[in-house]
């Protein structure tokens, strides 16, 4: 294979690459280790220049070099902030009814995919290999094309992709699909997604097809990191405040999708259907705030901020919180440490593309004493993590049920389950996601651009 290079929104720096923080950035440092790999995107910064084009700056760390611009902050709203976070990202989601729709941004979001075409193009060399990433993105490998680009070029969505119907009620969705045609490869996470997407792709008459290939973490490096997490001072901080309670947790960006109020309302209709956990467990929900310039994110933090207030003004004691959430993140190692010492992890999304934080909770148990997963059937996870207690997340007495169910679980089928997941969490990990997608990629036949 020729060299790699992998296009997305952001770029992370070297630093986040060589800490390897998320599942993307760990996959894909793991799949760009000792090869020579371009990474291209978007710095994260704007400038003032709206007739100069930006000039690609590079930097070079350990055999990868990393090629950035920066947008115009027209640019920027219009296609970050607008089509792809206030338009995509809740289509995908299946929330067509919170979509701000806007042409004006529609237009903004397919001039900066042109303009990552162009960036790129001096950048690349005729055996490379372009891997392309998520929703920004969509248009990208068409532009390519028209700029002449013959390289193989594959796509990856991370987030979900929603029934046919749902999808092209969104104007402009038939030229998204249509653009997936420029693509050799277009990978999404689970068999559901694809059979999604084939169907929208087959109604506009193309001929691509999608194929799973679900994203995994690197567990046995989590593991670690949560072995040496529970030792950390927070983490002994944490533990003292608990007291010997039971802890709940949730950890998700601060994100409409992740079904945060809906999980905290599940976790009151526990307190009130089940005394008996009243004053002996206690909910942590980490929550780093995200997109916070985008309307719906302004709401849901408002949304949240009065729910916590309000549960914690009803139910506390004066020696008890029912309640603790917080809108930083905390470092990955402290995270790690506090999922191996959650009685149960809470993950319930109403929509998600895989979610990695209920992998990770899997990862980060102990063996001899494992906690419980309560997952949403409606996280690409789900398919992979049946063990799990799975839950209807809009459902707050299936969401109560099920935490009582976990907190009165016995050792046995706790390690039973467990076992189960972890064998499922260690079957597909970060790297072998990366390496199945390249190696798909290397295998199919170059289309005709
Ligand atoms: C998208 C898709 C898909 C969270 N809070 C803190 C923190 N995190 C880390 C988690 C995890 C990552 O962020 C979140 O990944 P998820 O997969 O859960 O969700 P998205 O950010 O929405 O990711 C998703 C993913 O792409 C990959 O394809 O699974 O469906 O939506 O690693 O641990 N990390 C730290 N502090 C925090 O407070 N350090």
């Known amino acids: 294979m020729g060299r790699l290079v992998v296009v997305s929104n952001r770029v992370p720096s070297p630093r986040e690459v060589a800490q390897a923080a998320g599942g993307l950035t760990v996959g894909l440092a793991d799949a760009i280790r000792g090869q020579p790999t371009l990474w291209f995107g978007w710095s994260g910064g704007t400038h003032g220049k709206e007739d100069v084009a930006p ?44 979509m701000q729709y806007s042409r004006n941004e529609l237009e903004t979001y397919l001039e900066v995919n042109t303009l990552f075409a162009r960036c790129l193009l001096p950048l690349l060399r005729p055996d490379d290999v372009v891997w392309v990433h998520d929703y920004q993105l969509f248009p990208l490998g068409a532009a390519l094309r028209r700029e002449g680009v013959s390289a193989k070029v594959g796509f990856f969505l991370h987030i979900p992709f929603p029934p046919e119907q749902l999808f092209r009620a969104l104007p402009g969705a038939d030229l998204l699909l249509k653009d997936l045609a420029s693509y050799d490869l277009v990978g999404v996470q689970t068999e559901q997604d694809a059979a999604n997407m084939n169907e929208a792709l087959a109604a506009v008459g ?42 709940i947790l949730g950890v998700d960006r601060l994100d409409y999708s992740k079904g945060i109020p809906e999980r905290i309302r599940g976790f009151e209709r526990m307190l009130q259907r089940f005394p008996a956990h009243r004053g002996r467990v206690s909910f942590l929900q980490v929550a780093p705030v995200s997109r916070g310039d985008v309307p719906e994110y302004k709401a849901l933090r408002r949304q949240l901020d009065e729910l916590s207030g309000r549960i914690n003004g009803e139910w506390a004691e004066i020696d008890w919180l ?75 007495d299936e969401i109560a049920e099920a935490l009582d169910q976990a907190l ?33 990629l290397d295998g199919v036949e170059r289309r005709a651009a």
């Open 55 to 98: 000039v690609p700056q590079q930097t070079e760390q350990a055999g990868v070099t990393y090629a950035t611009i920066e947008l115009t902050s027209r640019q920027h709203r219009g296609f970050y902030q607008g089509f792809s976070n206030g338009i995509l990202w809740p289509v995908c989601h299946y929330r067509l009814g919170l």
């Open 206 to 247: 193309v001929s691509v097809r999608a194929r799973a290939f679900p994203i995994g973490i690197n567990p046995k490096s989590f593991a670690r990191e949560a072995v040496r997490g529970e030792k950390a001072k927070e983490n002994a901080r944490l533990i003292q405040a608990l007291n010997g309670r039971a802890l």
């Open 322 to 396: 029912p309640l603790r959430y917080i809108t930083r993140g905390l470092p990955r190692k402290v995270l790690a440490g506090v999922h191996r010492h959650a009685r149960v992890g809470l993950v319930t999304p109403l929509r998600d593309g895989m979610n990695l934080v209920a992998k990770e909770y899997v990862a980060a148990q102990d063996p001899a004493d494992p906690g419980v997963l309560v997952l949403s059937r409606f996280a690409g996870a789900a398919p992979e993590l049946g063990d799990a207690i799975l839950v209807n997340p809009y459902d707050p």
């Open 408 to 440: 009165g679980m016995g050792l046995a089928e706790r390690v039973r389950r467990w076992e189960a997941l972890r064998d499922a969490v260690e079957r597909v990990t970060a790297a072998s996601w990366a390496r199945d997608v390249l190696a798909a």
